[in-house]
C-alpha cells in the first residue's frame, strides 16, 4: 500500500479513467491517491499534456506539502519540549523523523520518476517545467534533511532549467521562468544560506523582466 492511501483504493485500468480518479482525489484532497493515479499514467505514456503534467505536479506537491508543514510543526514542538526538559523530546523526535522519512520517500520517488521517465519526452518547454520541478524536490529533502547532495542536484537542476529557458526564448517575464528564479533564489537565501546572492538574483530578474513587458507592442 503506498504511503496515506486507503487500503480498499483500486487504480483504473485505462488512461481516461486514471485521469477522471485523479482530478476526482484531488477535488476530495486525497493526495496520496492522486500520486498513485499519475504514476500510472505516466507508465502507461510518460509523454503528458500539458493537463497531465498540470495533474502530476499537483499530487506531488500537495502530497510532500502535507509532510512538509507536519514536519515544520513537529520540530517546532520538538525544540520546545527541549528548552523545557519535559522529557517528551525524544518522544516528538521520533515522531517527526518518521515524517521526515515519508517526505524523503516522496521526494526520491518523484525525483526519480522524472529522471528515467517523464524527461525523456517532451520539448524545451516541457524540460523548464520538469526541471524546475525536479529541483524544487531535492529542496524540499534538503529542508528536513540537510543532505549536501540534494543541495547540489537541486542547483544542478534548476541551472539545467535556467539554460534551457534562457535557449528556448522563454520570456523572462513567463510565469515558469519567474516562479524558477525565485526558487534559485530561495535556495541561496535559505539553504546555502548566502542572502545577499539570492536577493541580487531576484532583483535582476525582476528588472529584466519589467523590460521586457516594457517592449510589448500595445494592444490596437
Known sequence: MHLGTSPTFRLPKNRDDLIFAAKLADEAERYDEMVLCMKEVVKDSPKLTLEERNLLSVAYKNSVGIRRG??????????????????????????????????????????????????????????????????????????????EGHTQAALRAYTDALETAKGSGLSIAHPIRLGLILNISGTYCEILKNTEEGIAMMKAALDEAGQDLENLPEAE
Open 70 to 147: 507536519s514536519w515544520r510543526t513537529l520540530l517546532s514542538i520538538e525544540q520546545r519540549e527541549e528548552q523545557k526538559s519535559t522529557g517528551n523530546a525524544a518522544k516528538v523526535k521520533e515522531y517527526r523523523e518518521m515524517v521526515e522519512q515519508e517526505l524523503s520517500e516522496i521526494c526520491e520517488d518523484i525525483i526519480q520518476l522524472l529522471e528515467n521517465d517523464v524527461l525523456v519526452h517532451g520539448g524545451s518547454d516541457d524540460r523548464v517545467f520538469y526541471k524546475k520541478m525536479q529541483g524544487d524536490y531535492h529542496r524540499y529533502h534538503v529542508e528536513a534533511t540537510n543532505d
